[in-house]
């Protein structure tokens, strides 16, 4: 897991994209705040000779609920995240294949609700454009 972390890293900071860390999975994602870190090129470095996942995993029963990816909608449009790369078996897989399909209603539903402000509005709608051009 934590050469498939690294490569993904390094990779997307190689062609210019901002990268984070979502620590604990589908769960930090709704929870938010520190679990959502930037990463870099040294944050990286020594992973390789790591066991397990340094930024870890973990279930999140709230993610199966309309509600739970919602709130991780949120807090992606709170980072400016517009992009994710999961990695992970058939749950992992069918979980983020189920949040891109509610993409675009997410992100309407945070508009409508004035959430997180009045501010990120446009940029929630920018956001939605790939999905709505790709429809």
Not at 47 to 76: D, P, W, Y
């Amino acid at each position: 897991m934590n050469a498939a972390v690294r490569a993904v890293v390094r990779m997307g900071l190689y062609v210019g994209a901002k990268v984070y860390f979502i620590h604990e999975g589908y769960q930090g994602m709704v929870d938010g705040g520190e679990n959502i870190e930037e990463a870099s090129w040294e944050s990286v470095s020594s992973m390789l000779q790591v066991g397990g996942t340094v930024i870890g995993s973990a279930r999140c029963k709230e993610f199966r609920s309309h509600e739970g990816r919602l709130k991780a909608a949120h807090n992606l449009v709170l980072q400016g995240i517009t992009n994710l790369c999961v990695i992970g078996g058939d749950g992992s897989l069918t979980g983020a294949n189920l949040f891109r399909e509610e993409w675009s209603g997410l992100l309407t539903e945070l508009v409508d609700q004035g959430s997180p402000d009045s501010a990120v509005s446009p940029v929630l709608l920018f956001l939605d454009e790939p999905a709505r051009l790709s429809h």
